[in-house]
């Protein structure tokens, strides 16, 4: 059984740019959640998908996107980037209906 | 407004002995509440959770409890070990269908040898 895999570990943007974060789920789990840490606190929701589509959503604007797949994987995509933006971004999945998420390893990624 | 609060940074503890992690909630609809631990360069790892209908869970050294009326939960390690130093966060989700999770700041814990 594969765990939550991320990539990529590390990317370096510059203010204005896109970014594309990827997810691989653990196996046989449905639902992704993505979650945004900056340095010296704890995650933050984004969002989280279910069936390709979204199923909740924080407080984070509408340049924060996302997709799900049919094999569960999934992307985090960020339009416009700004300096605040630069963090460590964990993807979590789980099955649907369960409460424990399982995350993977993060893409760290740093704003210019 | 921090809904889930660990108040202390950071905490060293001899090993052997007991180390208490607090947290800390303020949202009264939370009903789940999860232990994680994460080491430098690696995602959080699920530790042991509790569901607001115990007022306690046992794994092995790890020991959570919930104190609904005071808002409150613990996780006490016995005994501790130099392999659990790291940073643990708790986190607390409503059973809105999303269960999204909010994580409190977390708390380094140090097990000196």
């Known amino acids: 059984e594969t765990g939550v895999t991320q990539s990529p570990t590390h990317l370096i943007k510059t203010r204005g740019q896109q970014v594309t974060l990827r997810c691989s789920s653990q196996?046989?789990?449905?639902?992704v959640s993505w979650y945004q840490q900056a340095l010296g606190q704890g995650p933050q929701f984004i969002f989280q998908?279910?069936?390709?589509?979204?199923?909740g959503r924080g407080n984070f604007p509408p340049r924060f996107s996302g997709l799900q797949f049919p094999n569960y994987s999934s992307e985090l995509n960020v339009n416009a980037l700004e300096l605040d933006d630069s963090a460590l971004y964990l993807c979590a999945s789980s099955l649907k209906g369960a409460e424990t998420q399982y995350f993977g390893p993060g893409t760290r990624l740093l704003v210019l | 407004d921090q809904q889930v609060k660990q108040n202390s940074p950071s905490l060293s503890v001899q090993e052997g002995r007991i180390s208490i992690l607090n947290c800390d909630y303020t949202?009264?609809?939370?009903?789940?509440f999860l232990w994680y631990k994460k080491y430098p360069a690696e995602g959080p790892t699920f530790l042991i959770s509790?569901?607001?209908?115990?007022d306690k869970n046992e794994d092995g050294r790890f020991t959570v409890f919930l104190n609904k009326s005071a808002k409150h939960l613990s996780l006490h390690i016995v005994p501790s070990q130099p392999g659990d130093s790291a940073v643990y966060f708790c986190?607390?989700?409503?059973?809105?269908?999303?269960?999204?999770?909010?994580f409190g700041t977390g708390t380094r814990l140090k097990v000196l040898a």
């Open positions: 986190a607390a989700s409503a059973a809105s269908g999303t269960y999204k999770y909010i």
């Open positions: 196996s046989g789990h449905n639902t």
């Open positions: 998908y279910y069936r390709e589509e979204e199923n």
């Open positions: 949202n009264s609809m939370f009903d789940y």
């Open positions: 509790i569901s607001s209908i115990k």
